[in-house]
């Protein structure tokens, strides 16, 4: 069993389609173990997307990240990164087939609706990023 991270983005509440894309992980088997209702400061932006910093259109994605809260989830179940990105399909939503999140419902590079960790590694960093002591359950 794995746990991740998965956030879903300003255009994800924005859009209300967060109970339907919680629902697609859901029915493929994977468990809520902590759930986050945020918003983001720049500072946690920063440290996430630290390999984009010095590009510039880092500007453009901090307005997007703080344009609304996030849903940040911890979800747990076998396998579940790589299954979890199989799900949420490619990063740029014009690129991702349809029947995954992405290609269903997002609109490009940046309003692809979901971050999902890209391994297990980066899901262990990134969740105790956005969770604190005792906020993912066992």
Avoid: C
């Amino acid at each position: 069993m794995e746990t991740t991270l998965v956030i879903l983005k300003p255009d994800a509440i924005q859009k209300r389609l967060a109970g339907v894309i919680l629902q697609r992980f859901e029915a493929e088997g994977f468990r809520i173990r902590g759930g986050k209702f945020t918003l983001l400061s720049e500072a946690i932006l920063r440290e996430h997307y630290q390999h984009l910093v010095n590009f510039p259109f880092f500007p453009e994605i901090l307005t997007f990240m703080r344009s609304s809260p996030v849903l940040a989830l911890a979800l747990e179940g076998p396998n579940a990164v790589a299954r979890i990105r199989d799900l949420v399909g490619p990063t740029d939503s014009t690129k991702a087939p349809k029947g995954t999140i992405r290609g269903d419902m997002g609109e490009d590079k940046m309003r692809n609706l979901v971050h999902a960790s890209d391994s297990i590694e980066n899901a262990a960093v990134e969740l105790n990023r956005f969770f604190g002591p005792g906020e993912v359950l066992p």
